[in-house]
């Protein structure tokens, strides 16, 4: 059954149950009013919407209170309406928060046990907003619905009268069917205005409905959350140096997704916890799975989710958690996550409690999650991650990522080589495999990217062809003092803690390499 089925059908279960007060919490009023317009109909009751500037007017026109604006006469009126109705209250959260409500909030207490007890006429109260906020005296008042946005069928149906509304277009949707699945799967995660307002632009803008204007849209759309970011990666697996372990377990899971998978039993992937030393590839481990899954990879700024309102921080994490579900199957990025969650596991004192509560909603939703969504968290230091969420159940694996060993160096020069244009076998890769002992893959990288910074200087200087050789990488390496000098102590703790309690994500151990006393390569 699609997610927008099940959300009215739970709107209409509530109504046949005589719920009196529900809110409705979604950003498409002209879809939620269609759905209520239709459960109206075949419930035989009338449906009455409310705004601050129409007052009341019935959705088939049948009646108009145009001078009814005020939200408190607006209850009056319906206390007072002697026949079965639904009344559409639309963004009429602002009016029950705050001192000055008071009387608007009492009256709606009064309202749920006046209409509940009343036999003769059968009347609910729906408050539609794209926020949930409700005062704490209204919580056990209230039925809250999460209206999902489009699913799968809802967007083939637009896309469908799109075709239809365009026959002179040559459309390739139109004769196969395989683009048209991508191009429904390319808008989930939008609303149904979004979905048909990037549609218009592609056919405008290409006379066809082009994938790339899509997920551009689409991109952009996300983004103004500024709780989302969708990444579009290039990085291939092949361009993560070293992690076999990983790797092996990330490819076997890769094929859990699909319809045969289900069917043999297997659940649906939840996610991993990738834990280690920074700068060794935690990130960059997951931009690689959205590349070759090739599904979208959306970063949640943890960060971002809090809020300066009260309850908004709440909202937001459900919003980012109902966007994720929409754009199913895809890739939910948390980079550093003990940044976010760090204050989860001390009560919340700092904050209201907010952090703790944000952060019970999100391992609430890893542990019952039954959607595609592949979470991969990144974490640099354990210690500050709530121990809740290190309990099986919430990832279905935690990954210690550490230094990398000599043959993983090895593989890292020459990708880092590689990707600045030059051949790795005209170095000499154990001469700076040497030279990087202790070092992780950023700061190869960086010994790298410094040694063609002096190359090109002595080139402009000379006005030859000086260019970068192993001589000059290992010089490099020389004047970087690497993290597993200056955070020795840090490094052996977090080694320590995941000897028993995480997997490692690497046959070998950089920790059985002796790293020099001074914190420096020896010179070769």
Not at 160 to 177: F, G, K, Q, V, Y
Not at 200 to 214: G, Q, W
Not at 306 to 330: D, F, H, Q, W, Y
Not at 454 to 481: G, M, W
């Amino acid at each position: 059954m699609e997610n927008s089925i099940s959300s009215s059908q739970e709107i209409e279960d509530l109504i046949r149950a005589q719920y009196v007060l529900l809110y409705v919490v979604s950003p498409e009023e002209e879809r939620v009013a269609q759905a209520i317009g239709a459960i109206g109909d075949r419930r035989n009751r009338k449906v009455i919407a409310w705004s601050c500037t129409e007052g009341l007017k019935a959705l088939d026109d049948s009646e108009s209170h145009q001078d009814i604006k005020d939200p408190l006469k607006a209850l009056d009126f319906i206390s007072k309406y002697e026949n079965d109705a639904i009344f559409l209250l639309k963004d009429f959260h602002p009016y029950i928060e705050g001192r000055a409500t008071v009387a608007i909030r009492r009256r709606l207490r009064d309202l749920n046990h006046e209409l509940k007890n009343n036999p003769k006429y059968r009347r609910a109260i729906v408050l539609l907003s794209a926020v949930l906020n409700i005062p704490a005296e209204l919580e056990k008042e209230f039925a809250v619905v999460d209206y999902v946005l489009p699913g799968r069928k809802d967007i083939e149906k637009i896309v469908d009268e799109m075709l239809h509304s365009h026959p002179d277009l040559t459309i390739e949707a139109r004769t196969d069917p395989a683009i048209k699945l991508h191009v429904v799967e390319s808008a989930l995660g939008l609303t149904e205005v979004e979905v048909k307002n990037v549609l218009s632009k592609s056919l405008v803008r290409t006379k066809e409905f082009d994938l790339e204007t899509i997920v551009g849209e689409k991109k952009s759309i996300i983004r103004k959350s500024g709780i989302l970011d969708f990444y579009e990666t290039h990085q291939p697996m092949d361009g993560v140096g070293g992690m076999d372990l990983l790797k092996n377990w990330l490819n076997k899971r890769s094929k859990a997704f699909k319809p045969e998978a289900r069917a043999f039993g297997l659940p649906t992937p939840k996610g991993i916890l990738l834990l280690g030393v920074p700068g060794c590839g935690k990130s960059l481990t997951a931009k690689a799975v959205g590349y070759q899954w090739k599904m979208p990879l959306l970063r949640l700024d943890v960060g971002k989710v809090m809020g300066s309102l009260v309850g908004s921080s709440e909202e937001n994490m459900r919003n980012a958690i109902k966007t994720a579900e929409a754009v199913a199957p895809c890739i939910l990025w948390l980079d550093e996550l003990e940044k976010g969650f760090s204050g989860a596991g001390g009560g919340g004192q700092n904050d209201s409690g907010t952090t703790q509560r944000v952060f019970g909603t999100f391992i609430t939703w890893m542990q019952e999650k039954t959607s595609s969504v592949f979470v991969i968290a990144t974490a640099n230091n354990v210690k500050h991650l709530p121990p809740e969420l290190l309990r099986k159940g919430r990832f279905d694996e935690i990954f210690f990522i550490d230094l990398p060993t000599a043959d993983e160096r090895a593989t890292i020069v020459d990708i880092h080589l590689a990707k600045k244009n030059r051949d790795p076998t005209a170095f000499d890769t154990e001469k700076v495999v040497a030279a990087t002992q202790g070092f992780s893959g950023s700061e190869i990288e960086q010994a790298v990217i410094s040694a063609l910074y002096d190359a090109f200087d002595e080139r402009s200087i000379n006005n030859d062809n000086t260019d970068i050789d192993t001589d000059r990488v290992v010089a490099s390496c020389l004047e970087i003092i690497p993290l597993s000098k200056t955070m020795r102590e840090a490094i052996e703790g977090m080694r320590e803690w995941s000897r028993h309690r995480a997997r490692p994500a690497s046959h070998g151990s950089a920790e059985n390499e002796e790293t020099p006393k001074t914190g420096r390569p020896v010179e070769l």
